[in-house]
T-cell receptor, first 115, second 116 residues
Framework: KAGVTQTPRYLIKTRGQQVTLSCSPI?????VSWYQQTPGQGLQFLFE???????NKGNFPGRFSGRQFSNSRSEMNVSTLELGDSALYLC??????????????FGQGTRLTVV | DQQVKQNSPSLSVQEGRISILNCDYT??????FLWYKKYPAEGPTFLIS?????DKNEDGRFTVFLNKSAKHLSLHIVPSQPGDSAVYFC???????????????FGQGTILTVHP
């Protein structure tokens, strides 16, 4: 069974640009969550999608957005990049994102560097 | 406000001995707890979880203990192996009320080093 796949693995962007990251969840998993990991803040929840709907959102500015497709694949977009957006972005999939089905399985992450 | 805390940034253990990683939480709404292991530049790997209706869960060398009254959980690894050397994160979710979909709140992590 394939795990969570994130593309690309590494990305370098310039301030002010926008970026789109992709995540393919484990087959059968309908909940996809996104996290940002930085040395100072640790792992911070961005948002969660289930059946193409955003059900939950963390405390990030509106520059951070996402979507989910009918096959459960998800993308996240960051517009008007800032230096502080440099981080490891992680996608996690779970069966339903709630209760005992909260067990989330993470992808390898996308390392975004903003210069 | 850090709702999940791992107060020990690092832990060093001899191979074959027990490793005990600790985690405290403040949010009484948390009802599901998980431990993850992480290597640099990789995503966290799920290890073991426990529901708040239990006080212990075992899976091979890994056992998680939950003390709800103290809002404390711990991960025991017995016996520890050099391959266990990694960063360990505890995480929590609040599922009752159905408002925390997909959200895990993580601690800051503990670096475990197991010496041969």
């Amino acid at each position: 069974k394939a795990g969570v796949t994130q593309t690309p693995r590494y990305l370098i962007k310039t301030r002010g640009q926008q970026v789109t990251l992709s995540c393919s969840p484990i087959s059968g998993h309908r909940s996809v969550s996104w996290y940002q990991q930085t040395p100072g803040q640790g792992l911070q929840f961005l948002f969660e999608y289930f059946s193409e709907t955003q059900r939950n959102k963390g405390n990030f500015p509106g520059r951070f957005s996402g979507r989910q497709f009918s096959n459960s694949r998800s993308e996240m977009n960051v517009s008007t990049l800032e230096l502080g957006d440099s981080a490891l972005y992680l996608c996690a999939s779970s069966l339903e994102g709630t209760g005992a089905n909260t067990e989330a399985f993470f992808g390898q992450g996308t390392r975004l560097t903003v210069v | 406000d850090q709702q999940v805390k791992q107060n020990s940034p690092s832990l060093s253990v001899q191979e074959g001995r027990i490793s005990i990683l600790n985690c405290d939480y403040t949010n009484s709404m948390f009802d599901y707890f998980l431990w993850y292991k992480k290597y640099p530049a990789e995503g966290p790997t799920f290890l073991i979880s426990i529901s708040s209706i239990k006080d212990k869960n075992e899976d091979g060398r890994f056992t998680v203990f939950l003390n709800k009254s103290a809002k404390h959980l711990s991960l025991h690894i017995v016996p520890s192996q050099p391959g266990d050397s990694a960063v360990y994160f505890c995480a929590a979710s609040a599922n009752a009320g159905g408002t925390s979909y997909g959200k895990l709140t993580f601690g800051q992590g503990t670096i475990l080093t197991v010496h041969p």
